[in-house]
């Protein structure tokens, strides 16, 4: 992505849905602008907001179900250290899509340029591990299809971080401390140009109390595998972590809203 592109792209974000993340004011009339496209709610919404559901998938602690659910305005993960997904070898609990009516969800494809924005609470609970921790990822959908970016908290030299990589070339975009934002909400914003090749480029930018945390980007970087990009959320995690970390845990998603520059 150009200079002037990445400035279009920053300008772009002003107005309310810019205000939120403290990004510049749109400085031309002409410059393309987020449209909202999803903005969905807990309470009235429910599980409804979401394409798909991967609630347990095995049934290995029925127990334990729902392990996703919503309360007041927030959508809640569980996950139990009994939990296993249908590869024995990790737990999952995750919703994927954006959907906008009972019968019709969004498909990012090539070219397009897609923005989520929305809050979550990281319990202390929910450690970084040696291992994969994902907590958000963009993926083409289907059965074994490898993650495109994922939202991780990894342990780094010891030390618990939460980052963001491109999982296709194995390039971190950015990493931060998780400690920090252990017990509070923290705000997200993730933008993304779906591009194969060098065409894609993404944006990540995390904010506690009013302030930024981190805000990294890439571009000319490959951002898609075939058909659309879809994202996911909640906790998938390897269960071959050594340092003691896995823990019954739990997050919390709030203001989940979707944008698509235009």
């Known amino acids: 992505m150009s200079t002037s592109r990445r400035r279009l792209l920053g300008a772009a974000l002003g107005g309310a849905a810019g205000a939120a993340v403290g990004l510049p ?40 179900q ?21 590869s024995t070898d990790r737990q999952r609990q995750e919703v994927t899509g954006l959907r906008t009516s009972g ?12 923005r989520v924005t929305y809050s979550m609470y990281l319990p202390s609970s ?4 040696t291992t994969f ?23 780094v ?13 194995d390039i971190l975009v950015g990493r931060t401390d998780l400690d920090p934002l252990h017990d509070k909400w923290t705000d997200v914003d993730f933008q993304i140009k779906v591009g194969n090749g060098s065409a894609g480029s993404v944006r990540w930018i995390l ?39 896995l823990q019954n845990t739990y997050l919390l998603l709030t203001k989940l809203r979707g944008y698509q520059l235009g």
Do not use: C
């Open 25 to 64: 004011a749109a400085t031309t009339a002409h410059a393309a602008s987020w449209q909202q496209k999803w903005a969905p709610s807990a309470s009235e919404d429910g599980l409804g907001a979401f394409e798909t559901i991967e609630d347990d998938r095995a049934d290995s602690h029925t127990a334990g």
């Open 66 to 86: 729902p392990h996703i659910y919503a309360t007041g305005d927030n959508w809640r993960f569980n996950m139990h250290t009994v939990d296993r997904d249908t």
């Open 103 to 114: 019968s019709s969800y969004l498909k990012w494809t090539q070219g397009q340029t897609w």
């Open 126 to 129: 929910l450690k970084a591990t």
């Open 133 to 155: 921790t994902h907590i958000m990822q963009m993926k083409q959908p289907g059965a074994g299809s490898s993650p495109i970016v994922v939202q991780s908290l990894r342990r």
């Open 157 to 169: 030299n010891g030390k618990q971080t939460i980052e963001l990589k491109l999982a296709i070339d």
């Open 207 to 245: 904010k506690s109390g009013g302030s930024t945390v981190i805000d990294a980007s890439k571009t000319g970087v490959d951002t898609f595998l075939a058909d659309r990009v879809r994202p996911k959320w909640g906790i998938y995690r390897s269960l071959g972590d050594t340092s003691g970390s």
